[in-house]
Every structure is written in C-alpha cells, then in structure tokens.
T-cell receptor, first 114, second 118 residues
Framework: DSGVTQTPKHLITATGQRVTLRCSPR?????VYWYQQSLDQGLQFLIQ???????AKGNILERFSAQQFPDLHSELNLSSLELGDSALYFC?????????????FGPGTRLTVT | AQTVTQSQPEMSVQEAETVTLSCTYD???????LFWYKQPPSRQMILVIR??????QNATENRFSVNFQKAAKSFSLKISDSQLGDAAMYFC???????????????FGKGTHLIIQP
C-alpha cells in the first residue's frame, strides 16, 4: 500500500458524459501527478499540481482539467467523454517536486466509456 | 521531446536465473534521471530503481541493478536470481532536469512483460 488513495476504483459511463476522479496523496506530500495508461498510448503524464498550484502540463486534452484543493487532495475532471478516453488513470504523490522525490502511485481508477 | 524505447515487448526467464531488460532513450539534456518501475498484475506502479545521469556508478537495489551507458543513451535493468514475484510489466522512465522548467512528469517506455518460468 503506497498511502495514495484513489476513488472510485472503477467507473463506467457513456460517451459525452463528464466524470470526476479523486486522489488523496500520502500524508505530508505536496505534489500530485496524474497519469493515463491506455493500450494505444501507454503511460502518459497528464498534469502536476504542487501545493495547490498547477506546476506542469503534459499530454492533457482540453476536455480534461484538474485541481488541487487546500487539503491537498486532487480531482481530475474528464468531460465530453469519448471511447478513446477509456483507460486506467493513476494519481501519484511526492513530498516535493522534482525527480529527487519518489513518486508513490495510487491503485488507479479504471474508466470505461461505452 | 524526450523518448524512451523498450524494444522487448516480452521476456521469459527461468526462476533463479538472471535476465536483462533493455531501454534506450533520446534526449538533448545532459542532466536527467532514469527509473525502472514495476507493474504487477495488481496494476500498482512500484519504483524499482533510480539512476542520476551525473553519477557514473550504476545503481543497485538488492537483486536489481542497472547498466547505465550515458554516451549510448542506454539504461538496462538486470534482475538476478529471478523470483516468481518478479513477474510483472517493467517500465523504463525518464525525467529531464530542465524539461518544462524541471517540473514535468515521467516519460515512460511502452513496457516489457516479464514472465518467470518455475
């Protein structure tokens, strides 16, 4: 158990819908990263938040957005969902930002778009 | 943009034997970090080992070691005395110190599926 929690574990929804994925980082970790793992694209970095502020953006679609709240939990919002958005979405947290700080991954949320 | 290539989609090894997983990367940066992550059937991503590019000494963690060849941009993972619990997907990953202001996430390869034969 990494100490990072993600809810829900599984989510099934229809095309065009909007969903919110939630991540609670390890206690004391200020940095949260979101990743998408799909068969087509592999593992891709989406976005990072550090202490409530957006820190870096990766291959995140405009239909996707995220935020980190004052209690440091983070939410990833996916809208106008398409079949290709079906994937495993990981959240990871680290104490600070940068490669010196190990990222601890949550168990992921499996999103299925039908 | 940095790219990470794992040319072996699948590898198989007998229990207790040694196996080497290959990884190459492309970058124009001189300072960066390289990682190997393990993803067992549970899907949990677990850090196996990390290498700082400025360190010439290859990183080692118990039965796991790397062969880091900076000039060749190669970063292979050697697993000694393979155990059944080592069966998993293994991902090589890169993090450049200066990419995106030093705050980007990891860039992953496509992964190698490691099978351990009892």
């Amino acid at each position: 158990d990494s100490g990072v929690t993600q809810t829900p574990k599984h989510l099934i929804t229809a095309t065009g819908q909007r969903v919110t994925l939630r991540c609670s980082p390890r206690s004391g970790d200020l940095s949260v990263y979101w990743y998408q793992q799909s068969l087509d694209q592999g593992l891709q970095f989406l976005i990072q938040y550090y202490n409530g502020e957006e820190r870096a953006k990766g291959n995140i679609l405009e239909r996707f957005s995220a935020q980190q709240f004052p209690d440091l939990h983070s939410e990833l919002n996916l809208s106008s969902l398409e079949l290709g958005d079906s994937a495993l979405y990981f959240c990871a947290s680290s104490e600070r930002t940068g490669p010196l700080y190990e990222q601890y991954f949550g168990p992921g949320t499996r999103l299925t778009v039908t | 943009a940095q790219t990470v290539t794992q040319s072996q989609p699948e590898m198989s090894v007998q229990e207790a034997e040694t196996v080497t997983l290959s990884c190459t990367y492309d970058t124009s940066e001189s300072d960066y970090y390289l990682f190997w992550y393990k993803q067992p059937p549970s899907r949990q991503m677990i850090l196996v080992i990390r290498q700082e590019a400025y360190k010439q000494q290859n990183a080692t963690e118990n039965r796991f070691s790397v062969n880091f060849q900076k000039a060749a941009k190669s970063f292979s993972l050697k697993i000694s005395d393979s155990q059944l619990g080592d069966a998993a997907m293994y991902f090589c990953a890169y993090w450049g110190t200066y990419s995106g202001g030093g705050a980007d996430g990891l860039t992953f390869g496509k992964g190698t599926h490691l099978i351990i034969q009892p």
